[in-house]
T-cell receptor, first 112, second 113 residues
Framework: KQEVTQIPAALSVPEGENLVLNCSFT??????LQWFRQDPGKGLTSLLL?????REQTSGRLNASLDKSSGRSTLYIAASQPGDSATYLC???????????FGTGTRLKVLA | DAGVIQSPRHEVTEMGQEVTLRCKPI?????LFWYRQTMMRGLELLIY????????DSGMPEDRFSAKMPNASFSTLKIQPSEPRDSAVYFC???????????FGPGTRLLVL
């Protein structure tokens, strides 16, 4: 059974810092991995999707990497801004299913 | 496009009452997902539909929960009877064949007293 863990559960950083959020999963037979952002009281917004054959994806100040063999993904945020404050969730799509299994998220606060 | 639409946004009800949550997926999407989010268990998939047909309902917690999709533009999640432990945020999401990106609605925040 696929399990997805995110560390740390919460993170507070000053504006301008570069930061890394971690996601680990137990079953490496994944089809893809997706990073989402969730603002308080809102739904989820997809940030980056990495296919199993890819090593990383970039969008603006965000870079997500994937190491399938070790069951790890990282989301790198460069030059953090207060507007980046949100909860970040990773979700793993395991091969043979049409299901995303979500981690419990990292709650990020960027201080002005 | 208006995105995925859910109603109501907030629901407060008493234990034992029937609760119906509604979802309108993005037009043209043929997959629809219902999720539940709680502090204890995070985001869990309850059920998903493909072309209005339920494909996997293994995440539905009990017989008190049921979901229907009578047409491509409407789905309901019903809880009868509701219990306090059903209190959570319920999300609906949709996607189209050949893509894995799921588009989420704003959620329905349910409180069962």
């Amino acid at each position: 059974k696929q399990e997805v863990t995110q560390i740390p559960a919460a993170l507070s950083v000053p504006e301008g810092e570069n930061l890394v959020l971690n996601c680990s999963f137990t079953d490496s037979a994944i089809y893809n991995l997706q990073w989402f952002r969730q603002d308080p009281g809102k739904g989820l917004t997809s940030l980056l999707l990495i296919q199993s054959s890819q090593r990383e994806q970039t969008s603006g100040r965000l870079n997500a990497s994937l190491d399938k063999s070790s069951g790890r993904s990282t989301l790198y945020i460069a030059a953090s801004q207060p507007g980046d404050s949100a909860t970040y969730l990773c979700a793993v799509y395991t091969s043979g299913t049409y299901k995303y299994i979500f981690g419990t998220g990292t709650r990020l606060k960027v201080l002005a | 496009d208006a995105g995925v639409i859910q109603s109501p946004r907030h629901e407060v009800t008493e234990m034992g009452q029937e609760v119906t949550l509604r979802c309108k997926p993005i037009s043209g999407h043929d997959y629809l997902f219902w999720y539940r989010q709680t502090m204890m268990r995070g985001l869990e998939l309850l059920i998903y539909f493909n072309n209005n047909v339920p494909i996997d309902d293994s995440g539905m917690p009990e017989d008190r929960f049921s979901a229907k999709m009578p047409n491509a533009s409407f789905s309901t999640l019903k809880i009868q009877p509701s219990e306090p432990r059903d209190s959570a945020v319920y999300f609906c999401a949709s996607s189209s064949e050949g893509t894995e990106t799921q588009y989420f609605g704003p959620g329905t925040r349910l409180l069962v007293l």
